[in-house]
Protein backbone atom coordinates (compact mmCIF):
# COMPACT_ATOMS: atom_id res chain seq x y z
CA UNK A 1 0.00 0.00 0.00
CA UNK A 2 1.60 3.13 -0.50
CA UNK A 3 1.31 6.74 0.82
CA UNK A 4 0.21 8.66 -1.87
CA UNK A 5 -2.20 8.07 -4.77
CA UNK A 6 -0.75 10.76 -6.74
CA UNK A 7 2.12 13.24 -7.21
CA UNK A 8 1.48 16.05 -8.58
CA UNK A 9 5.24 17.23 -9.99
CA UNK A 10 4.65 20.85 -10.90
CA UNK A 11 5.42 24.64 -10.74
CA UNK A 12 4.43 26.49 -7.65
CA UNK A 13 3.75 30.39 -7.28
CA UNK A 14 1.98 33.31 -5.14
CA UNK A 15 -0.50 35.22 -7.20
CA UNK A 16 -0.32 38.82 -6.18
CA UNK A 17 -4.08 39.96 -7.26
CA UNK A 18 -4.52 44.08 -7.72
CA UNK A 19 -8.30 45.11 -8.47
CA UNK A 20 -9.81 48.73 -8.28
CA UNK A 21 -6.30 50.16 -10.43
CA UNK A 22 -6.88 53.77 -11.37
CA UNK A 23 -5.55 53.57 -14.55
CA UNK A 24 -2.65 51.29 -16.69
CA UNK A 25 0.80 51.50 -14.98
CA UNK A 26 3.37 54.51 -16.59
CA UNK A 27 7.17 54.20 -16.23
CA UNK A 28 8.26 56.99 -14.02
CA UNK A 29 5.01 57.48 -12.06
CA UNK A 30 3.03 55.94 -8.90
CA UNK A 31 -0.89 54.87 -9.23
CA UNK A 32 -2.78 53.06 -6.49
CA UNK A 33 -4.79 49.97 -6.36
CA UNK A 34 -7.68 50.16 -4.26
CA UNK A 35 -7.80 46.02 -3.32
CA UNK A 36 -5.28 43.27 -3.24
CA UNK A 37 -5.12 39.87 -2.35
CA UNK A 38 -1.92 37.43 -1.74
CA UNK A 39 -3.01 33.86 -2.69
CA UNK A 40 -1.43 30.69 -3.38
CA UNK A 41 -1.21 30.59 -7.74
CA UNK A 42 0.01 27.77 -9.95
CA UNK A 43 -2.52 25.53 -11.56
CA UNK A 44 -0.92 22.46 -11.20
CA UNK A 45 -1.82 23.71 -7.14
CA UNK A 46 -5.09 24.20 -7.88
CA UNK A 47 -5.36 20.58 -9.49
CA UNK A 48 -3.46 18.77 -6.10
CA UNK A 49 -5.78 21.19 -3.65
CA UNK A 50 -9.01 19.83 -5.77
CA UNK A 51 -7.75 16.54 -6.03
CA UNK A 52 -7.25 16.53 -2.54
CA UNK A 53 -11.01 17.75 -1.65
CA UNK A 54 -12.10 15.15 -4.09
CA UNK A 55 -10.40 12.41 -1.80
CA UNK A 56 -7.51 12.12 -3.22
CA UNK A 57 -4.35 11.26 -1.50
CA UNK A 58 -1.80 14.19 -3.28
CA UNK A 59 1.72 15.40 -2.49
CA UNK A 60 3.36 18.05 -4.35
CA UNK A 61 6.66 18.14 -5.90
CA UNK A 62 7.78 21.51 -6.71
CA UNK A 63 10.60 23.90 -5.74
CA UNK A 64 10.48 27.10 -4.13
CA UNK A 65 13.10 29.41 -2.26
CA UNK A 66 13.54 30.02 1.49
CA UNK A 67 11.01 32.77 2.16
CA UNK A 68 8.01 34.15 2.38
CA UNK A 69 6.05 33.17 -0.13
CA UNK A 70 7.55 29.88 -0.09
CA UNK A 71 6.53 30.02 3.29
CA UNK A 72 2.40 30.73 2.05
CA UNK A 73 2.98 28.24 -0.58
CA UNK A 74 3.30 25.61 1.89
CA UNK A 75 1.28 26.40 4.50
CA UNK A 76 -1.62 26.94 1.91
CA UNK A 77 -0.97 23.17 0.41
CA UNK A 78 -0.78 22.06 3.41
CA UNK A 79 -4.23 23.95 4.62
CA UNK A 80 -6.10 22.10 1.18
CA UNK A 81 -4.97 18.33 2.76
CA UNK A 82 -1.69 17.86 0.34
CA UNK A 83 1.12 16.71 1.80
CA UNK A 84 4.51 18.72 1.31
CA UNK A 85 7.22 16.91 2.58
CA UNK A 86 8.30 16.12 -0.98
CA UNK A 87 8.69 19.80 -1.30
CA UNK A 88 11.84 21.68 -2.58
CA UNK A 89 13.84 24.48 -0.83
CA UNK A 90 16.17 26.35 -3.79
CA UNK A 91 18.49 29.61 -3.93
CA UNK A 92 16.33 31.37 -6.34
CA UNK A 93 13.27 33.00 -4.41
CA UNK A 94 9.75 31.66 -4.86
CA UNK A 95 8.22 32.65 -8.28
CA UNK A 96 5.25 35.24 -8.21
CA UNK A 97 2.33 36.63 -10.42
CA UNK A 98 1.51 39.89 -10.21
CA UNK A 99 -2.26 40.00 -11.58
CA UNK A 100 -3.54 43.77 -12.70
CA UNK A 101 -7.18 43.27 -13.02
CA UNK A 102 -9.15 45.62 -15.55
CA UNK A 103 -12.87 45.03 -15.35
CA UNK A 104 -13.14 41.95 -17.50
CA UNK A 105 -9.22 42.69 -18.54
CA UNK A 106 -6.38 41.47 -16.84
CA UNK A 107 -2.55 41.87 -17.33
CA UNK A 108 0.08 39.49 -15.52
CA UNK A 109 3.93 39.66 -15.33
CA UNK A 110 5.56 36.23 -14.30
CA UNK A 111 8.58 35.93 -12.38
CA UNK A 112 8.93 31.93 -12.85
CA UNK A 113 11.94 31.94 -9.67
CA UNK A 114 12.61 28.49 -8.47
CA UNK A 115 10.17 26.56 -10.63
CA UNK A 116 12.27 27.73 -13.77
CA UNK A 117 15.07 25.70 -11.57
CA UNK A 118 13.69 22.36 -10.80
CA UNK A 119 14.92 19.52 -12.58
CA UNK A 120 15.01 15.76 -12.34
CA UNK A 121 18.53 15.89 -9.71
CA UNK A 122 16.13 17.88 -7.55
CA UNK A 123 13.46 15.61 -7.14
CA UNK A 124 13.77 13.57 -3.92
CA UNK A 125 13.79 9.63 -5.76
CA UNK A 126 11.30 8.72 -2.63
CA UNK A 127 8.86 9.89 -4.46
CA UNK A 128 8.82 7.10 -6.64
CA UNK A 129 8.28 5.19 -4.38
CA UNK A 130 6.02 6.87 -1.93
CA UNK A 131 2.83 7.44 -4.78
CA UNK A 132 1.39 5.14 -7.27
CA UNK A 133 0.43 7.96 -10.23
CA UNK A 134 2.25 11.14 -11.39
CA UNK A 135 0.35 14.10 -12.81
CA UNK A 136 3.02 16.29 -14.79
CA UNK A 137 1.86 19.96 -15.57
CA UNK A 138 3.23 23.10 -16.92
CA UNK A 139 6.27 22.27 -18.51
CA UNK A 140 6.51 24.85 -20.48
CA UNK A 141 6.82 26.89 -17.41
CA UNK A 142 9.71 24.82 -16.04
CA UNK A 143 12.44 24.65 -18.10
CA UNK A 144 14.59 22.24 -15.81
CA UNK A 145 11.75 20.06 -15.59
CA UNK A 146 11.12 20.30 -19.43
CA UNK A 147 14.69 19.41 -20.08
CA UNK A 148 14.48 16.56 -17.53
CA UNK A 149 10.92 15.27 -18.43
CA UNK A 150 12.17 12.02 -20.48
CA UNK A 151 14.38 10.91 -17.11
CA UNK A 152 10.93 12.04 -15.18
CA UNK A 153 8.95 9.37 -17.71
CA UNK A 154 11.69 6.58 -17.45
CA UNK A 155 11.87 6.63 -13.82
CA UNK A 156 7.69 6.37 -13.50
CA UNK A 157 8.00 3.73 -15.90
CA UNK A 158 10.56 1.55 -14.15
CA UNK A 159 8.04 1.68 -10.77
CA UNK A 160 5.12 0.57 -12.60
CA UNK A 161 3.38 4.54 -12.10
CA UNK A 162 0.90 5.65 -14.13
CA UNK A 163 1.41 9.17 -15.35
CA UNK A 164 -1.32 12.13 -16.71
CA UNK A 165 0.37 15.52 -18.23
CA UNK A 166 -1.10 18.47 -19.44
CA UNK A 167 1.73 20.66 -20.55
CA UNK A 168 -0.60 23.95 -20.26
CA UNK A 169 0.13 26.59 -23.04
CA UNK A 170 3.39 27.55 -23.53
CA UNK A 171 4.12 31.68 -23.57
CA UNK A 172 7.29 31.63 -25.49
CA UNK A 173 4.80 29.58 -28.04
CA UNK A 174 7.80 27.19 -28.93
CA UNK A 175 6.12 24.24 -28.39
CA UNK A 176 9.78 22.79 -27.78
CA UNK A 177 8.17 19.33 -26.66
CA UNK A 178 8.59 15.95 -28.99
CA UNK A 179 5.07 14.58 -28.48
CA UNK A 180 6.26 11.69 -30.33
CA UNK A 181 8.65 10.69 -27.60
CA UNK A 182 6.80 11.74 -24.20
CA UNK A 183 3.46 10.79 -25.44
CA UNK A 184 4.30 6.70 -25.99
CA UNK A 185 5.58 7.09 -21.81
CA UNK A 186 2.34 8.60 -20.85
CA UNK A 187 -1.05 7.12 -19.56
CA UNK A 188 -3.30 9.75 -20.02
CA UNK A 189 -2.67 13.18 -22.08
CA UNK A 190 -4.48 15.99 -21.39
CA UNK A 191 -4.54 18.88 -23.24
CA UNK A 192 -6.82 21.67 -24.25
CA UNK A 193 -7.92 22.10 -27.62
CA UNK A 194 -5.97 25.16 -28.61
CA UNK A 195 -2.89 23.53 -27.00
CA UNK A 196 -2.93 20.62 -29.03
CA UNK A 197 -3.57 21.75 -32.31
CA UNK A 198 -0.43 24.49 -30.78
CA UNK A 199 1.67 21.30 -30.04
CA UNK A 200 1.37 19.75 -33.36
CA UNK A 201 1.33 22.50 -35.27
CA UNK A 202 -2.38 21.92 -36.96
CA UNK A 203 -5.14 24.39 -37.50
CA UNK A 204 -7.69 21.99 -36.39
CA UNK A 205 -8.86 19.62 -33.79
CA UNK A 206 -9.41 16.80 -36.16
CA UNK A 207 -5.64 17.57 -37.99
CA UNK A 208 -4.27 17.30 -34.56
CA UNK A 209 -6.09 13.88 -32.49
CA UNK A 210 -4.57 12.78 -36.19
CA UNK A 211 -1.07 13.59 -35.46
CA UNK A 212 -0.99 12.57 -32.07
CA UNK A 213 -3.01 9.35 -32.18
CA UNK A 214 -0.24 7.20 -33.41
CA UNK A 215 1.69 7.94 -30.39
CA UNK A 216 -0.53 7.33 -27.86
CA UNK A 217 0.69 5.50 -24.74
CA UNK A 218 -2.44 5.26 -22.87
CA UNK A 219 -5.39 7.61 -23.94
CA UNK A 220 -5.60 11.40 -24.65
CA UNK A 221 -8.79 13.60 -23.01
CA UNK A 222 -8.89 17.17 -25.39
CA UNK A 223 -10.63 19.69 -23.14
CA UNK A 224 -12.56 21.66 -25.12
CA UNK A 225 -14.49 24.24 -22.75
CA UNK A 226 -18.17 25.16 -22.80
CA UNK A 227 -18.12 22.00 -25.46
CA UNK A 228 -17.06 19.54 -22.63
CA UNK A 229 -14.22 16.92 -23.69
CA UNK A 230 -13.35 15.02 -25.96
CA UNK A 231 -11.76 10.89 -25.20
CA UNK A 232 -9.25 9.06 -27.35
CA UNK A 233 -8.82 5.89 -26.70
CA UNK A 234 -4.97 4.02 -27.88
CA UNK A 235 -7.39 1.84 -30.22
CA UNK A 236 -8.35 5.14 -32.38
CA UNK A 237 -12.11 4.82 -30.63
CA UNK A 238 -13.57 8.28 -29.48
CA UNK A 239 -16.19 9.38 -27.42
CA UNK A 240 -17.11 12.99 -27.48
CA UNK A 241 -18.70 14.06 -24.28
CA UNK A 242 -21.08 17.63 -23.71
CA UNK A 243 -20.44 19.32 -20.89
CA UNK A 244 -22.76 20.09 -18.00
CA UNK A 245 -23.50 23.38 -19.29
CA UNK A 246 -23.37 26.20 -16.11
CA UNK A 247 -25.17 29.10 -17.90
CA UNK A 248 -23.97 31.10 -15.29
CA UNK A 249 -20.53 30.91 -15.06
CA UNK A 250 -18.77 32.96 -12.37
CA UNK A 251 -15.11 32.57 -14.09
CA UNK A 252 -13.50 29.29 -15.77
CA UNK A 253 -10.28 29.68 -13.83
CA UNK A 254 -8.86 26.85 -13.55
CA UNK A 255 -11.78 24.33 -14.87
CA UNK A 256 -9.35 22.36 -17.06
CA UNK A 257 -7.67 21.79 -13.46
CA UNK A 258 -10.17 21.13 -11.91
CA UNK A 259 -11.46 18.53 -14.67
CA UNK A 260 -7.83 16.68 -14.62
CA UNK A 261 -8.36 16.25 -10.88
CA UNK A 262 -11.68 14.78 -10.99
CA UNK A 263 -10.79 12.68 -14.05
CA UNK A 264 -7.12 11.63 -12.32
CA UNK A 265 -9.05 10.72 -8.87
CA UNK A 266 -11.56 8.77 -11.02
CA UNK A 267 -8.79 7.25 -12.66
CA UNK A 268 -6.75 6.17 -9.84
CA UNK A 269 -9.97 4.49 -7.98
CA UNK A 270 -9.82 2.29 -10.73
CA UNK A 271 -12.95 3.53 -13.02
CA UNK A 272 -13.51 2.97 -16.84
CA UNK A 273 -11.82 6.01 -18.55
CA UNK A 274 -15.23 6.43 -19.96
CA UNK A 275 -16.29 6.98 -16.22
CA UNK A 276 -12.95 9.55 -15.71
CA UNK A 277 -14.39 11.39 -18.50
CA UNK A 278 -17.74 12.07 -16.84
CA UNK A 279 -16.10 13.02 -13.44
CA UNK A 280 -13.49 15.28 -15.10
CA UNK A 281 -16.34 16.51 -17.17
CA UNK A 282 -18.47 17.59 -13.93
CA UNK A 283 -15.44 18.75 -11.65
CA UNK A 284 -14.72 21.18 -14.94
CA UNK A 285 -18.05 22.15 -14.55
CA UNK A 286 -18.34 22.74 -10.94
CA UNK A 287 -15.58 24.54 -11.16
CA UNK A 288 -17.53 27.46 -12.73
CA UNK A 289 -19.33 27.61 -10.39
CA UNK A 290 -17.53 29.46 -7.79
CA UNK A 291 -14.62 32.29 -8.15
CA UNK A 292 -11.18 31.21 -8.49
CA UNK A 293 -9.67 27.53 -9.30
CA UNK A 294 -10.41 26.05 -5.97
CA UNK A 295 -13.56 28.48 -4.64
CA UNK A 296 -16.20 25.58 -5.01
CA UNK A 297 -14.12 22.31 -3.91
CA UNK A 298 -14.80 23.00 -0.11
CA UNK A 299 -15.18 19.37 0.44
CA UNK A 300 -16.77 16.08 -1.06
CA UNK A 301 -19.78 16.29 0.07
CA UNK A 302 -20.22 19.65 -1.48
CA UNK A 303 -19.09 18.83 -4.72
CA UNK A 304 -21.28 15.71 -4.26
CA UNK A 305 -24.67 17.77 -3.78
CA UNK A 306 -23.61 20.13 -6.59
CA UNK A 307 -23.15 17.74 -9.19
CA UNK A 308 -26.42 16.11 -8.21
CA UNK A 309 -28.51 18.75 -7.65
CA UNK A 310 -27.28 21.47 -10.52
CA UNK A 311 -25.96 18.80 -12.96
CA UNK A 312 -28.44 16.24 -12.34
CA UNK A 313 -25.48 13.19 -12.57
CA UNK A 314 -23.93 11.71 -9.39
CA UNK A 315 -20.16 12.34 -9.50
CA UNK A 316 -18.31 8.61 -9.13
CA UNK A 317 -15.48 9.02 -6.36
N1 LIG B 1 -19.36 26.88 -19.19
C1 LIG B 1 -19.08 25.64 -18.78
N2 LIG B 1 -20.08 24.84 -18.28
C2 LIG B 1 -19.83 23.58 -17.88
N3 LIG B 1 -18.61 23.02 -17.94
C3 LIG B 1 -17.59 23.73 -18.43
C4 LIG B 1 -17.75 25.08 -18.87
N4 LIG B 1 -16.54 25.54 -19.28
C5 LIG B 1 -15.67 24.51 -19.10
N5 LIG B 1 -16.29 23.42 -18.60
C6 LIG B 1 -15.71 22.09 -18.30
O1 LIG B 1 -14.39 22.26 -17.87
C7 LIG B 1 -13.51 21.52 -18.73
C8 LIG B 1 -12.19 22.21 -18.85
O2 LIG B 1 -12.34 23.52 -19.33
P1 LIG B 1 -11.40 24.10 -20.49
O3 LIG B 1 -11.69 25.56 -20.55
O4 LIG B 1 -11.60 23.32 -21.72
O5 LIG B 1 -9.94 23.78 -19.92
P2 LIG B 1 -8.62 24.70 -19.81
O6 LIG B 1 -8.86 25.51 -18.58
O7 LIG B 1 -7.48 23.75 -19.67
O8 LIG B 1 -8.60 25.52 -21.07
C9 LIG B 1 -14.25 21.36 -20.04
O9 LIG B 1 -13.81 20.19 -20.70
C10 LIG B 1 -15.69 21.23 -19.57
O10 LIG B 1 -16.01 19.89 -19.26
MG1 LIG C 1 -5.48 23.95 -18.87
Not at 33 to 41: C, I, K, N, P, Q
Not at 194 to 202: D, M, N, P, R, V
Not at 260 to 281: R, W
Request: proline share 3%.
Amino acid sequence: MKRFDIAAIGELNVDVILNGIESEPEIGKEKFAREMTVTLGSSTAIFAANASALGSRVCFVGMVGRDSFGDLVRASLAARGVDTGFLIEGDTPTGATICMNYGEDRANLTYQGAMDVMGFDDIDPGVFDAARHIHLSSLFMQSGLLRDIGKVLDMAAGKGMTVSLDTQWDPLETWRLDYREVLPKVTVFLPNEKELQALTGTRDLESAVAAVAPWLGGAMVVKCGSRGSLLVKKDGSRVHLPAFLNRSVVDAIGAGDSFNAGFISAFVKGYSLEDCQVTGNLTGAVNTTAAGGTGAFTSLEAVRALCRERFGCPIKL
